[in-house]
């Protein structure tokens, strides 16, 4: 062939794409507008009404906790933003994709977690210092009961959706509801705690309630700090991952299973054992199909097939004797 006719040829190349073809699950996103949507009415809702009574009333206790739900709101808006940014389509800054933004809202929510466990501790040791504690009754109680009870009954849906979702920042949003339930409801006990059996009760309850928000924030770090780092896949999805595989029609064998956390789900690279003798467009076709069963799992985003011919007799035994125990050839 010419020079011209090489050139010609290589003008023809296909151009290389370099960003993911990355479809968004509507399911999912539809979930995460649902946790949102809830955690923006809830959090609007009680701060102007909590607002208002503390206005009205000059209660301290209520003012304190509408300044709690003002931070909520502020975090739920923050949420939004990463949760609807985390869905936006592979680009060329981001050529897999913005899921991974998803573990850092959830981290920065259980950091606000910790400061609002903080804050808990600041006012426990001020009544343990001398300061007393003091609590209205009338409207201030019934808008902190009513506060508790709806941040239990967001908490109820926020964890649904975040399930479905497979969300971890809409999980540790349900889980900030949930201290938020326990934090009300330790105010209160507390209150009357300290008005008939001792005085030393309500802190006592709101540093136990801190802890409880701090071990939640430590959960909730760890697990995102995992997503962000590349943690290992539990071995029962391994499991999953390898009968996936094994079930595509042509496959001999899985010999490897690499399955980390790159964000919220799994990258998985595996080693997929096939006949020597298949025509490579029938071995291509066994790639696609276990590619498609391994990424078919809830938990997986991505998955890298390699395949290989099944070894011979000879080459097993060569593998296995290579691998014994003191066999200065292993590896």
């Given at each position: 062939?010419?020079?011209?006719?090489?050139?010609?040829g290589?003008?023809?190349?296909?151009?290389?794409?370099?960003?993911?073809?990355?479809?968004?699950?509507p399911?999912?996103?539809r979930?995460?507008r649902?946790?949102?949507?809830?955690?923006?009415?809830g959090?609007?809702?009680?701060?102007?009404v909590?607002g208002?009574t503390?206005?009205?009333?000059g209660?301290?206790?209520?003012?304190?906790t509408?300044?709690?739900?003002?931070?909520?709101?502020?975090?739920?808006?923050?949420?939004a933003?990463?949760l609807?940014?985390?869905?936006?389509?592979?680009?060329e800054?981001?050529p897999q994709g913005?899921?991974?933004?998803?573990p850092?809202i959830?981290a920065?929510?259980?950091?606000?977690?910790?400061?609002a466990?903080?804050e808990?501790?600041?006012?426990?040791m001020?009544?343990?210092?001398?300061?007393?504690?003091s609590?209205?009754?009338?409207?201030p109680?019934?808008?902190?009961?009513?506060?508790?009870?709806?941040?239990?009954i967001m908490?109820?849906?926020?964890?649904?959706l975040?399930q479905a979702?497979?969300?971890?920042?809409?999980?540790?949003?349900?889980r900030?509801?949930?201290?938020?339930?326990?934090s009300?409801?330790?105010?209160?006990?507390?209150?009357?705690?300290a008005n008939w059996?001792?005085?030393?009760?309500?802190p006592?309850?709101?540093?136990?309630?801190?802890?409880?928000?701090f071990?939640?924030?430590l959960?909730?770090l760890?697990?995102?700090?995992?997503?962000?780092?590349?943690?290992?896949?539990?071995?029962?999805?391994?499991?999953?991952?390898?009968?996936a595989?094994?079930?595509?029609?042509?496959?001999r064998?899985?010999?490897?299973?690499?399955?980390?956390?790159?964000?919220?789900?799994?990258r998985v690279d595996?080693?997929?054992?096939v006949?020597?003798e298949?025509?490579?467009?029938?071995?291509h076709?066994?790639?696609?199909?276990v590619?498609?069963?391994?990424?078919a799992?809830?938990?997986?985003?991505q998955?890298?097939?390699?395949?290989?011919?099944?070894?011979?007799?000879?080459e097993?035994?060569?593998?296995?004797?290579?691998?014994e125990?003191?066999?200065p050839?292993g590896g």
């Open positions: 062939m010419s020079s011209a006719g090489q050139q010609k290589q003008n023809t190349v296909t151009k290389i794409r370099r960003v993911r073809k990355h479809n968004i699950d399911a999912r996103y979930f995460y649902r946790a949102i949507r809830i955690a923006l009415l959090n609007v809702t009680l701060a102007a909590k208002g503390a206005w009205f009333s209660s301290t206790a209520v003012m304190a509408a300044v709690d739900s003002l931070t909520d709101l502020v975090y739920t808006l923050f949420m933003w990463g609807r940014l985390s869905q936006q389509p592979a680009d800054t981001h913005h899921a991974r933004i998803e850092v959830s920065v929510i259980g950091l606000m977690m910790g400061l466990g903080l808990v501790i600041k006012r426990a001020a009544q343990l210092l001398g300061e007393p504690a609590f209205e009754w009338g409207w109680a019934a808008v902190l009961i009513g506060s508790g009870l709806v941040k239990a908490y109820l849906l926020v964890r649904r975040g979702a497979r969300s971890p920042a809409i999980c540790a949003s349900a900030d509801n949930l201290s938020d339930v326990f009300s409801a330790a105010a209160l006990i507390g209150v009357l705690a059996l001792h005085p030393l009760a309500d006592i309850a709101g540093i136990i309630v801190a802890l409880w928000i071990r939640n924030v959960d909730i760890l697990e995102n700090v995992g997503y962000l780092t590349g943690r290992a896949a539990e071995p029962a999805l391994l499991e999953q991952i390898q009968t595989a094994r079930a595509v029609e042509g496959v064998g899985v010999h490897q299973i690499i399955a980390d956390y790159v964000g919220p789900r799994l595996m080693h997929v054992n006949e020597a298949i025509p490579f467009c029938a071995a076709a066994i790639e696609d199909a590619q498609s069963a391994v990424e799992l809830d938990e997986v985003d998955a890298f097939v390699h395949l290989e011919p099944v070894p011979t007799p000879g097993l035994s060569k593998k296995i004797g290579n691998h125990p003191g066999n050839g």
